[in-house]
Every structure is written in C-alpha cells, then in structure tokens.
C-alpha cells in the first residue's frame, strides 16, 4: 500500500511541475507582449509631460518667432531686384519711394531700421501679372467714367445756357406778338372806321398802307423768331435725349467699375515671404508706397492688425495715401516686435 501511495504522489508531482512550467513560459509570452504598449503608452505620457512643460516655446505665435530673430537690433538690409518695365517704374524712382517707406517707419521711433545695400539678399521685385493688368484697365474704366462725367456736365451748361436763352427770347417773342396784335387790331379798326365813313381821304388812306407794310414785315419777323426759338427747343431737347443716353452709359460703366474694382482690396497685392518682397500690383506711386509700408512691416514682424486705418490693417482704403503714417496700433506693434521702450 505504502508503495502504490508513493508512486502515486511521485507521479502527481511530475504533472503539477510540468503545470508550472508551462504556466511560466505563458506568463513571460504574456509579459513580453505587454510591455512594448507599457512602453509606448508611457513614452506618450512622457512626450505628453514634455509638450505641456514646453508650450509656452514650442507654441509661439509668428510674431513671437519675429521678436527672437529680432530684425531690429541691426538695420534690414534690402536690394532691388527685378522691376518689370510695364510698370513704366524707373529704378530710380523705386528707391526713391522705398527710401520715404523706410522713414513711414524710422522717423517715430528714431531708429535706423532700413538700410539699401545692392548686394542685400533680401530683395524688393515689381512682378507684373494679371492683378496689375487689371488696375490698367481699372484706370482707363476712371478715365472713361472722368470723360462721361465731363461730357455729361458740358450737357447741362449747353442746355442751362440754351434754356437762359428760350426763355428771354421767348419774352421778348411774346412781347413783341402782343404789340403786333395790338397794332394789327388798331388797323383792323381804322379800316373799319373809313368804310363806314365811304372811304378814307388820302393821308389816312397812306397811313394804312404803311401800317399795313410795317405789320407784314413785323409778322414776317415774329415768324422768324418763332423759328429760332422753336430751334432752341429743339437742341434742348437733343441735349436731353444726349444727357439721357450719357448718365445711362456712366451708371453702366459705373456699376461694371464698382463690381469689378471699387471694393476695398486685401493685401495681397504685394507679399512678403521670409527672403523677399514681391508687389503685384499699384494703381500710382502713392499706392506703391503703401504696399511697400505694408510688407516692410512684416518684415520687421508685425503681424495684420485690428484698424481700418492701420498701415498694417488687411485691407486697404482707409489709410491716407497721400500722407501715409504709422497709426498709434501699427506703433505699440513696432515697439513690441523690435522690444522698443
């Protein structure tokens, strides 16, 4: 009995250890695929850990990223490059109008931003593509739209001039066919007197014939002028018909004009791109000058601003052209990108 019961148990444990020994290697295989998500999830929580700490660098805005380079501890220098000559623009000219967009910025903070070398890697490019081709033909729908408006206006001092006219003619028209009534109804009585008086005696008889000579040259006259004034009517009323068709060409154009070109326009006319600054399109020098105040100033950083009348708003039309300055936003941006005090 103690024989069997020993085998017995010998054999029970054989099995439990190859129980255990399979359990084991099921344990490691378990654990060895494990571990790489362990590893990845903990590798994520870590980077998580890190993109968290350092946000506040990683993340920065664009201006941020301008303050560090900060252009403005030394003076950017720039160089023209290419200036298409459809813009009937001298090099010359060019330089003359970036010099007054370097002193747009310069003059309020007193400082030397901007300096032209010829051999600057940062260059200014006049490119000449459809959006300049349609500032042309914006400019000559302005000069049609000026000549309509000047037509239109000769119009209506012709006609004012002619209707002054009708009207003291025709006074003195109605005047003058009064007084010949008049005559002519004093004759009719006269003659009408002398027959029934048998006949009129020699001086009256000739005193008639010349009334009567005089009221037909007189009534030939009227008709005259009845014709002149009729003409006067006439050519008012060809004025009229020409003022009509004039003010319904201008509204035409005019509307064309507005749908196509009288909307305020972003800046995209000119760009600015990390290593030059291209202008695309300007309707004069003044316009040329804004454009250039305006990527100049995303060259020193700034980005677009709230407004409307900020060189660095997006849009253009409220800036003064004429005189273009830095408004009290476009200098608080300036004074932050170049960490002025």
């Not at 506040?56 to 220098?77: M, R």
């Not at 000026?146 to 006219?165: G, P, R, V």
């Not at 007197?193 to 001086?203: E, F, L, S, V």
């Not at 507005?258 to 600015?272: A, I, M, R």
Request: glycine share 4%; proline share 2%; aromatic share 10%.
């Amino acid at each position: 009995m103690d024989g069997v019961g020993y085998k017995k148990t010998a054999y029970e444990l054989v099995i439990a250890f190859v129980f255990l020994v399979i359990l084991s290697v099921l344990i490691i295989v378990y654990h060895n695929k494990k571990a790489p998500e362990d590893t990845a999830q903990n590798s994520l929580q870590n980077s998580s850990q890190n993109i968290s700490a350092n946000s506040g660098s990683n993340v920065a805005p664009i201006q941020k990223l301008a303050k560090e380079e900060n252009y403005c501890t030394e003076p950017v220098k720039y160089s023209v490059g290419g200036v298409d000559p459809r813009f009937n623009l001298s090099e010359e000219a060019l330089r003359k109008i970036l010099l007054e967009t370097e002193n747009i910025w310069e003059n309020p903070v007193e400082k030397n931003l901007f300096d032209y070398d010829p051999d600057a890697a940062l260059k200014v490019n006049l490119i000449f593509d459809e959006r300049q081709q349609g500032i042309i033909e914006a400019k000559e729908s302005e000069e049609r739209l000026a000549d309509l408006k000047s037509f239109h206006q000769q119009i209506i001092d012709k006609h004012e001039n002619i209707e002054a006219t009708y009207r003291n003619r025709l006074n003195v028209f109605n005047d003058r066919v009064a007084d010949y009534e008049r005559r002519v109804a004093d004759y009719n009585s006269s003659v009408e007197y002398w027959k029934d008086k048998g006949g009129a005696t020699q001086k009256a008889y000739d005193e008639l014939k010349s009334q009567k000579k005089y009221l037909a040259k007189t009534f030939d006259n009227l008709n005259k002028e009845r014709k002149a004034i009729n003409d006067l009517v006439n050519q008012a009323n060809s004025l009229v018909e020409s003022e009509n068709s004039t003010v319904s060409n201008f509204n035409e154009l005019l509307d064309t004009y507005k749908s196509k070109f009288g909307n305020s326009t972003e800046f995209d006319k000119g760009v600015f791109n990390g290593s030059s600054i291209a202008v695309f399109e300007f309707k004069d020098k003044n316009d040329l000058r804004l454009a250039l105040t305006h990527e100049f100033g995303h060259v020193l950083g700034i980005s677009h601003l709230q407004t409307p009348k900020s060189i660095m708003y997006y849009l253009m039309g409220e800036q003064d052209l004429n005189a273009p300055r830095l408004s009290i936003e476009d200098l608080n941006a300036l004074r932050a990108a170049c960490q002025l005090h």
